[in-house]
Structure formats: structure tokens, C-alpha cells
């Protein structure tokens, strides 16, 4: 997610942006900017909705002149800030720096679609150019000396005469901020720190654009009598990708979860299997030049390195203190209470897959390729479960129903599509709903969907924010969006999707909705804590196996039929299904992530530390991590969850304690009161109170994690 007004300290090297009303200065340079330049990127935004992008205007060339003069204009401004001859105020230092930054955030919104959503290689180029450039760019912020004292004044002025509390929490999580980066360092150890960013910020690019690479390059074609197994939606959408890459006559297979997943999952061809998933697996891991492994060998030096200089053992103690977790060691802790379960299921589910496969004559021991398979032909036994079945129930078209009517009945929110032209989108496949007030009309903001995969975008599924609410200059009203990677179906068919696909479209809305939800007055309170962030998603999810949405929206594609009552009591029954498979993919990628930066880095070799950890783990040799060390972007592109994968399991405790708390109301998972708290406490305030609080204030207690073993169907036992 990318927030608009620049606050270099909130993260080294990776510029974050919040979004903010102009000021009057803003106003003169943005009219300076454009009297000067015919450069749409640097244009104020117009048309209706309180001004959008002008996507459609968006060009590549354009982009560098925009972040540079972006960053000219923002540092323009942080120095007016800093050499203020007036004392150090909230008003005139922390507001300030709450406006500051517009123009350059504006600019970002375009830079993060041409790099998530259509990248090129032109852009990829310009972006390697600016990556040491927006490093400087932030040093020069997180390390001015002068705007330092400012920020500290008012920080101690506050301990002793406390403002507000959303003014006391922007002048804690600012201070704090700029502290964790550096601030307080001597001259030799800033230079020092600087220098460190700039080289990752370069490192992290390149791990990118060569995960990118293979993605984009390692794809499987088939011919005629090599589809046995795949649906025909799949076929068909599997022929157009072919033809589009140049391939008439033949099927793509492309090296995306998207299409991997329903591959090895239906496919009886074993030695294609095990290609799709050697593809898959190896991104970033193939010796070549696009191999990852001696650059996260330098990312973790130079991240050690740097969080030495502030006086900490290692990355994870640095990372983890303003978290929910505090500390590296409460974070695995929760890992290793559920790890032994949860690798002890997959022991249940690969014995029951092995029995499937001798029952069928399939002379095989089950591989990494085969877990998938056997496991939907397991779900079938077992259960009398049929994923493609269920899949012809679950249309996109229907789920974005699905999530408006949640939205609905939750948030009080409408979403009513705005007519095709009226704004302006980067492509035409993105639709644009305006969201509304149900009861009183009120404009809240605008959805935009971007549901397909296609070249140039990167794999998986995200929400970011082009414009974010606040209140401090006057009300400002949300531009959210939501990008997924569903394979575009042939024309004429409907694009269907799987339960965990539906799952995760739920999961990326609810993120949506946390940005629709907001209320608060200062940028800087649009950001989130990593390990609670997703909490708020990760609930949402739950509203997709509720009856109302069931009934109401999964019905056959073809003939509209509603889904048999007996084809949900299968899916319910099975909820607990494979959760030994998920539990562990995950988490052995969560512990992969905390161990890498708690050992020593010096001479460290990434491949043999992977297969030693995992060994240590005792990981099941029938399944990977859901992300490989050479190919895990959460951690390597950037430093977003860098230490704080785990973060998902501890967003997870808090969900499925609750859920427990919809499902013990009177109203079940629709009940008006829990979901207003729901609003006030866990979506409203965003980072504006702590989330400890904030979530005791909702539920009167903490969450606890048997709430999660019972969820997952794991033995409970009373952990603290």
C-alpha cells in the first residue's frame, strides 16, 4: 500500500506516501509545476470525485522528470519546515510535515501502476535509475538535523503536556520513526546509514525485475493430448494466452499461482506437473543472471549492518519493537506453538493421499508436484468434495456482488459502477464503482478493479490507495483499489475462480473497506502496524461461507441455478480440510524470513541455509514454502515484512478469536451491534490508537490462541 505525503522516517529506504489536502504553498508550486512543465504527471488532479488520476494520460517517458521535480518541490518544503526561525510547534512542524509532500504522492500513484500494473522494460530501466535517487531523497530527510530538533522539542513538549490523542500519536509515531532511522547518529554513522539505503534500495530493485523475468519467462506450452484433467474454461483460457504470446495451437501454462495452482491441482500429467512446479518454485533460483541468492546474502549484511549502527543485535530487534509482537522472540513463540501441529496434519494428509494413490494403481510416492492432485482427489473421498465443482458456483462477477452486499450490511456502504469514460483508467480491463453512504448518499470515494493477469504485472493480489481520507485540511474522500491476478477467460465465458481464490478476492476487499473506513485527521495515521494490518482483511474473509452471501450469490454459471444446500454442507464439513498444507507452506516461509535475519550473515549461503533451517524444522519433504527464499518479495523487494511475515499469523489469532465473537452474537455474523464495534474500534481508526487497545476496546479482552487451533481444527491447547 502506498500512502502519499512523504515520511522518509516511517520507512529506511522506502518511501511511503499518505495523502493530504495543499496547503497555500502547495497550490503555488503545483501552479509553478505546471506553468513549467507539460508533464501530466506533475498536473493537479481534475475531473470529478474531487479530482483522479489521469490515468489515461499516463506515459512511461514521463515518469522520471515527475519524481525528480517531485522530490525538488518536497524538499523544498521540509526545508521551509526545518529552518523555521520560530519555535518548534505541533502547528508549524508536525502539521507542516503532514502537508507536505502532494505532488510528489500524486506522482507515486502513477509510479505504482506502471510498476505493479503495467510494468515494461522501459520503466523497469527508469526505475533502477531512481531507486538510489529516492534513497537520497529520503536520507535527506530521515537525517536533517535541524527538522530532527523541531520534531523532538514537540515530542518531549508533548510527554509532559499531552496533546489530544490523534495530534500525541502523529508526535509519537513521528518521533519514533525518525529515532528507528537514525536521527540520533553522529555525522560519520549517518553517512554511513545513508550510504546503506541507497545500495539496498538498488538491491531490492534488481530482486524484483529478476523475479519478474522469470515470471514473465519461464512458461509451459502443451499440446492437444497434453490437457487431461483441466477444465475447459481453463483450456480455453490457456489457448488465448498461447495465441497471445505468439503460440497459436498451443496452451500456456504461465509461470504465475494463478495458473500453477489449477494446474497441478487437475492435471493427470505427472512429468508436467513436476515441470509447472520446478518452474514455479525455482524463480529467482536458476544460476543464472537473474539468480537471487548472493543478492539476499548482501540485502541481510547490509541490513545487519545498518541496525548496528542504531546499537541493535539484529534486524529483527530493530524491526519488531513498534509492532504488536515487540520482539523477535514473542513472534516465534507463537510460530513454534502452532508448527508442531500444524506439520503434523500434513503427516495425516500425505498418509491419506499415499492410500488414495495405491488404491488408484498410481505407483508413486507423493512428491511436491502430486500434493495438490492427491489432495482434491483425497477432498473427494473424503468428503464427496469436488473443488471444479464448487468453482462452477463461484463466478467474479457474483463474488463482487458478494462483496458489495457484505459491505453493505457491515459498513452501511453502496457501490454503484460509474459510467465507462467518466474516469479515467491505465487499462480496459479496470472498472470504477463510486461508494456511497446507503442511508444518506454521502460520497465516501471511488473502488477500482483491476481483476486480470496479463504481462507486465506483477503476480499475486493487492489493495493500495490513490487518495486517503483525513480531516485535518478539510475532509478528504478515498481512491482505493484492488488488483487480482485471475486468469481473463476466452470471450463469451465467465471467469470462474476456486474457493481460496474467492477467498483471497474477500480478503483484499476487506483492506478496501479498512480504507473506506477510515477516520482520522492526519496522514501519518493512514499507516498500520504489519502484524495487525492484515487482521482486519484476514475477518473479512469469513463473510464468504456465510448462508446470506451463499445463498444469495454462488449460483451455476450456466444455469443460474442456486448451489445445492447438500454442495455447502460438503464445503462447511471440509472447512478444516488441507489445513496442514496451508498452515505449514506458510509458516515455514514465516520462520524462513525470521531465522535469515536473526543468524549471522557474514559469508552467509543462502541456499545451504534454506535446506539446513528446513531440515532443522523437520519440514515435510511433500511440500515447499509458499515462498522460496530467491523468489520471496514480501521480504527481498523491499522491506514491507521484512521480519514480519509472521505478521499474518498474528493477525490470524486475532481474527479467529473474532469471529468467535460474530459467531456467539445474537445476529451471528450479522449482528449490528458487534459490527459497529466492529467499524469503531477495528476499521475507523486505522493507526490512530494502539491496536492492543484497540482491539481490547472491541472484544473487552485479548485474543487468544486457541481461538486459532480450533479454527484450523488442531488440538487446543492453553497457550499464553
Not at 484433467?229 to 498461447?242: M, Q, R
Not at 529483527?316 to 516465534?332: I, S, V, Y
Not at 466492529?678 to 490508537?689: C, G, S
Request: proline share 4%; net charge negative.
Amino acid at each position: 500500500m502506498i500512502s502519499k505525503s512523504i515520511k522518509a522516517a516511517l520507512l529506511c529506504s522506502i518511501v511511503l506516501f499518505a495523502s493530504c489536502k495543499k496547503d497555500e504553498k502547495q497550490s503555488e508550486n503545483k501552479e509553478e509545476t505546471t506553468t513549467m512543465s507539460d508533464n501530466v504527471l506533475l498536473q493537479e488532479w481534475t475531473g470529478p470525485y474531487e479530482g483522479v488520476p489521469a490515468f489515461d494520460k499516463m506515459n512511461v517517458a514521463d515518469i522520471k522528470e515527475a519524481v525528480e521535480k517531485g522530490m525538488e518541490l518536497n524538499l523544498a518544503e521540509i526545508d521551509v519546515i526545518a529552518n523555521n526561525t520560530e519555535p518548534a510547534t505541533f502547528e508549524n512542524t508536525i502539521v507542516a510535515m503532514e502537508a507536505s509532500g502532494k505532488t510528489l504522492g500524486d506522482v507515486f500513484t502513477y509510479y505504482g501502476i506502471l510498476s505493479s500494473n503495467m510494468s515494461s522494460p522501459e520503466f523497469r530501466e527508469i526505475q533502477g535509475e531512481l531507486a538510489p535517487k529516492l534513497s537520497e531523497f529520503s536520507s535527506k530527510i530521515s537525517q536533517n538535523s535541524k527538522l530532527f530538533q523541531r520534531i523532538k522539542t514537540v515530542y518531549d513538549a508533548s510527554q509532559k503536556t499531552p496533546l489530544e490523542a490523534e495530534a500525541q500519536r502523529v508526535v509519537e509515531l513521528t518521533y519514533k520513526s525518525f529515532e528507528m532511522n537514525g536521527a540520533n547518529l553522529d555525522d560519520a554513522k549517518k553517512e554511513r546509514y545513508a550510504e546503506i539505503n541507497k545500495e539496498l534500495s538498488s538491491l531490492y530493485n534488481d530482486f524484483s525485475d529478476h523475479v519478474l523475468h522469470d515470471e514473465e519467462n519461464y512458461v509451459t506450452y502443451l499440446t492437444k493430448d497434453q490437457l487431461n484433467g483441466l477444465s475447459e474454461g481453463f483450456v480455453k483460457s490457456a489457448a488465448k494466452i498461447a495465441t497471445d504470446k505468439g503460440q497459436d495451437g498451443k496452451y500456456a501454462i504461465t509461470n504465475t499461482r494463478s495458473s500453477m495452482d489449477p494446474f497441478l491441482t487437475y492435471s493427470t500429467e505427472r512429468e508436467l506437473r513436476k515441470q509447472v512446479w520446478t518452474n514455479y518454485y525455482s524463480r529467482g533460483d536458476n544460476g543464472d543472471e537473474f539468480d537471487n541468492n548472493d543478492l539476499i546474502a548482501k540485502i541481510l549484511k547490509l541490513r545487519r549492518e545498518r541496525v548496528e549502527l542504531l546499537g541493535y543485535d539484529n534486524y529483527a530487534q530493530w524491526r519488531l519493537q513498534d509492532r504488536m509482537a515487540k520482539t523477535p522472540e514473542n513472534a516465534m513463540a507463537l510460530m513454534n506453538a502452532v508448527w508442531p501441529a500444524a506439520i503434523g496434519r500434513v503427516a495425516e494428509e500425505v498418509a491419506d493421499m499415499q492410500t488414495v494413490a495405491n488404491e488408484l494403481g498410481d505407483n508413486i510416492t507423493i512428491e511436491p508436484w502430486d500434493y495438490r492432485y492427491y489432495a482434491e482427489k483425497v477432498r473427494k473421498k473424503k468428503y464427496d468434495l469436488d473443488s471444479d465443482e464448487v468453482k462452477q458456483y463461484l463466478q467474479l462477477d457474483k463474488l463482487t456482488q458478494a462483496l458489495f452486499f457484505t459491505a453493505g450490511e457491515l459498513f452501511n456502504f453502496a457501490f454503484t459502477p460509474v459510467e465507462e469514460g467518466k474516469v479515467p483508467v491505465f487499462h480496459e480491463d479496470v472498472k470504477v464503482w463510486e461508494v456511497t453512504d446507503k442511508d444518506s448518499g454521502k460520497h465516501i470515494g471511488l473502488w477500482y478493479l483491476d481483476p486480470y493477469a496479463r504481462q507486465g504485472k506483477r503476480s499475486g493480489a493487492w489493495a493500495t490507495t490513490y487518495r486517503s481520507y483525513t480531516s485535518f485540511e478539510g475532509v478528504t474522500n478515498v481512491l482505493a483499489s484492488n488488483n487480482s491476478n485471475f486468469v481473463k477467460p476466452a470471450p463469451g465465458e465467465a471467469v470462474l475462480v476456486s474457493w481460496d481464490d474467492a477467498t483471497t478476492f474477500f480478503h483484499e476487499f476487506g483492506h478496501a473497506l479498512h480504507f473506506f473506513s477510515a477516520n482520522v485527521k492526519y496522514p501519518t495515521l493512514n499507516g498500520g502496524v504489519r502484524d495487525y494490518t492484515e487482521f482486519q482483511s484476514q475477518l473479512l474473509e469469513r463473510w464468504l461461507s456465510t448462508d446470506k452471501v451463499i445463498n444469495q450469490f454462488l449460483v451455476h454459471n450456466k444455469t443460474g441455478e442456486p448451489i445445492p444446500a447438500s454442495l455447502v454442507a460438503k464445503i462447511k464439513k471440509a472447512s478444516t480440510f488441507n489445513q496442514g498444507f496451508g498452515t505449514t507452506e506458510y509458516l515455514a516461509s514465516a520462520l524462513m524470513d525470521m531465522k535469515l535475519h536473526l543468524a549471522d550473515p557474514e559469508g552467509i549461503d543462502i541456499d545451504k541455509f534454506e535446506r539446513e533451517t528446513l531440515a532443522e524444522l523437520k519440514m515435510p519433504k511433500e511440500l515447499p514454502m509458499r515462498h522460496r527464499t530467491p523468489h520471496f518479495g514480501h521480504v527481498f523487494s523491499g522491506e514491507g515484512y521484512a521480519t514480519a511475515y509472521y505478521g499474518y499469523m498474528w493477525a490470524d489469532v486475532l481474527t479467529a478469536d473474532a469471529s468467535e465473537a460474530f459467531a456467539e452474537a445474537p445476529g451471528g455474523f450479522y449482528d449490528k451491534d458487534v459490527a459497529a464495534k466492529l467499524v469503531k474500534y477495528l476499521f475507523a481508526p486505522r493507526n490512530a490508537m494502539d491496536p492492543a487497545e484497540a482491539y481490547r476496546l472491541f472484544r473487552g479482552r485479548d485474543a487468544k490462541i486457541e481461538a486459532l487451533m480450533r479454527d484450523r481444527g488442531f488440538p487446543v491447547t492453553t497457550t499464553k
